[in-house]
């Protein structure tokens, strides 16, 4: 059996640009693709904070420290400039690798500035 884990995210991007002509996909910085563990050609999953969509692309490389996040191409019609997203990548693995795995959760400011890293999300309490 396979499960399929959270390997990472970006939490609390913001969009910096939405480029309709632009080939296909989602521009980052460099530097927080690395932070994260995200590939270049990774899939990546989007879910927009501000109006609920939630779609599938792939990540580029942007320049490195620029704070760039650019969603490009048909997904430019889910999120727009200011927009907060959190960009997730998941990863298939068995019992006994999901059992020693933790992610690599980084969280960001409105400036797309890494503020905190984490390999686990805190219990929700009522």
């Known amino acids: 059996m ?11 991007a913001r969009v910096t640009h939405a480029e309709l002509e632009y080939e296909g996909s989602c521009a980052i910085d460099t530097a927080l693709l690395e932070a994260a563990g995200i590939r270049e050609y990774e899939q990546i999953h989007i879910y927009n904070l501000a109006n609920g969509e939630r779609f599938t692309t792939y990540a580029i490389q942007a320049q490195r420290d620029s704070g760039i996040i650019s969603v490009n191409g ?9 927009d907060r997203i959190i960009i997730c ?9 999901a059992a020693a795995f933790q992610p690599v959760l980084v969280y960001l400011d409105e400036n797309n500035r890494i503020v905190r890293q984490r390999n ?7």
Do not use: F, N, R
């Open 2 to 12: 396979h499960l399929t884990l959270l390997k990472s995210k970006l939490h609390h």
């Open 74 to 82: 048909a997904a430019a019609h889910k999120a727009g400039p200011g």
């Open 89 to 97: 990548t998941y990863a298939a693995m068995d019992a006994q690798e």
């Open 120 to 126: 686990a999300i805190p219990v929700q309490v009522a």
